[in-house]
Structures are given as structure tokens and as C-alpha cells.
Nanobody, 124 residues
């Protein structure tokens, strides 16, 4: 059974940092796309960053470039999203996702597998 289990998140003041984790089971990080998405109240889902595991290419949304960093630990089948200099506009439910085709990264959001979501709230 394929599962993505997220951890991390919470409440932080503007300018602070948080790290999200996404542990995968049931598949390995070979030639897939892994992405982090977010959805704020009343808004559509937004791609934050994605990774092509075949070559390590990462693609960041302009809104998070220079502040967020995606990393992976293939031995643990886990990806991380380090979020620094958080802003109130970053408040959202964050989801990790994986797709069996690395063509999904960048630009697509119809990934095969999704984590349960985790709330990130940034206070001003």
C-alpha cells in the first residue's frame, strides 16, 4: 500500500521557520515526481515546489524562492520542506504528493498519491 505520511507544521510568528516532513512507504524514490502543494482558505491549490528524483531538479514557485528548500533522504524515503522567513501569506494547509511520472514536475498537480495535509499558520 502506498502511503505518504506528513509531520511538522504548526503556528509560528512571521519571520520564523518550520520544517515539514513527508515519509513515503510502498514505493521508492526512483524516477518519480515529488511535490509540495498548499491551499489557503478560499483559494485554490498552489504548487510550492517539486522534485524530479531522476536528476534532482527542483522547481520552486516564485512566491517561495529563496525562503523554502526541498530536500530528500532517499535512504529514509522521506522528503522535507524547510520553510524560512515565513510570512502570513504562507498560511495554508500543506500537502506532499508523489507521482509515478516525473513529467508531472513542473506544472501539473494531478499527482497519484497525496499526504494527509498539515496546517501551517503564520501570525503577523
Amino acid at each position: 500500500e502506498v502511503q505518504l505520511v506528513q509531520s511538522g507544521g504548526g503556528l509560528v510568528q512571521a519571520g520564523g521557520s518550520l520544517r515539514l516532513s513527508c515519509a513515503a512507504s510502498g514505493f521508492t524514490f526512483d524516477e518519480i515526481a515529488i511535490g509540495w502543494f498548499r491551499q489557503a482558505p478560499g483559494k485554490g491549490r498552489e504548487g510550492v515546489v517539486c522534485l524530479k528524483t531522476i536528476d534532482g531538479s527542483t522547481y520552486y514557485a516564485d512566491s517561495v524562492k529563496g525562503r523554502f528548500t526541498l530536500s530528500s533522504d532517499n535512504a529514509k524515503n522521506t522528503v522535507y520542506l524547510q520553510m524560512n522567513r515565513l510570512e502570513p501569506e504562507d498560511t495554508a494547509v500543506y500537502y506532499c504528493a508523489a507521482d509515478s511520472s516525473d513529467w508531472s514536475c513542473p506544472g501539473r498537480s494531478d499527482y497519484d498519491y497525496w499526504g494527509q495535509g498539515t496546517q501551517v499558520t503564520v501570525s503577523s
